[in-house]
T-cell receptor
């Protein structure tokens, strides 16, 4: 089946540092990946759509200079949280759309828990 | 914009049936998904509806009425491992990027 991995699974960093999260589609190519964040006991909020070879499309209210997205290949998208602050602490989940899947559905990575001290 | 509503929490007994409702108001509807999410884990795909009617997959069934903007997920023969959050997500059309918008999720607690 379609597998999506994320690395790291968790990270703790100091305020002011930058953190990079990788999202990989392991057994399929994904021209489109999505980045979500999820606060405790809340649902997934779409942050941006990552398109291979072009600029990401950010949702309203998401700072593009704060959350840098790079989709350099058909199997890898990265999210960099720049100058992280405690309010950026959250669960970040990526997904990759499988264009050959029966429903064109998104497959989700296992998530990355970011804690900013 | 998109607006998706589902109950916050439901409790049911092992072996019973639970129905989770989802209502939505959206433009460019291009399918509705149900995902299961255990705490601290990624959502996993359960079902997909794009046409009106019922889709059955083992113990799980999902129903869609596009005219009413309504879907439900039916979980039968509940097991303890079914305790999780269930997320209703609507996909908008290609022109809008084929994005998914998620409802708030319904936490289902299965009791012995």
């Amino acid at each position: 089946g379609a597998v999506v991995s994320q690395h790291p699974s968790w990270v703790i960093c100091k305020s002011g540092t930058s953190v990079k999260i990788e999202c990989r589609s392991l057994d399929f190519q994904a021209t489109t990946m999505f980045w979500y964040r999820q606060f405790p006991k809340q649902s997934l909020m779409l942050m941006a759509t990552s398109n291979e070879g072009s600029k990401a499309t950010y949702e309203q209210g998401v700072e593009k200079d704060k959350f840098l997205i790079n989709h350099a290949s058909l199997t890898l998208s990265t999210l960099t949280v720049t100058s992280a602050h405690p309010e950026d602490s959250s669960f970040y989940i990526c997904s990759a759309r499988h264009n050959r899947g029966p429903y064109n559905e998104q497959f989700f990575g296992p998530g990355t828990r970011l804690t900013v001290l | 914009g998109q607006n998706i509503d589902q109950p916050t929490e439901m409790t049911a007994t092992e072996g019973a049936i639970v129905q989770i409702n989802c209502t939505y108001q959206t433009s460019g509807f291009n399918g509705l998904f149900w995902y299961q999410q255990h705490a601290g884990e990624a959502p996993t795909f359960l079902s997909y509806n794009v046409l009106d009617g019922l889709e059955e997959k083992g113990r799980f069934s999902s129903f869609l009425s596009r005219s009413k903007g309504y879907s439900y997920l039916l979980l039968k023969e509940l097991q303890m491992k079914d305790s999780a959050s269930y997320l209703c997500a609507v996909r908008v059309g290609k022109a809008a990027g084929n994005k998914l918008t998620f409802g708030g999720g319904t936490r289902v607690l299965v009791k012995p």
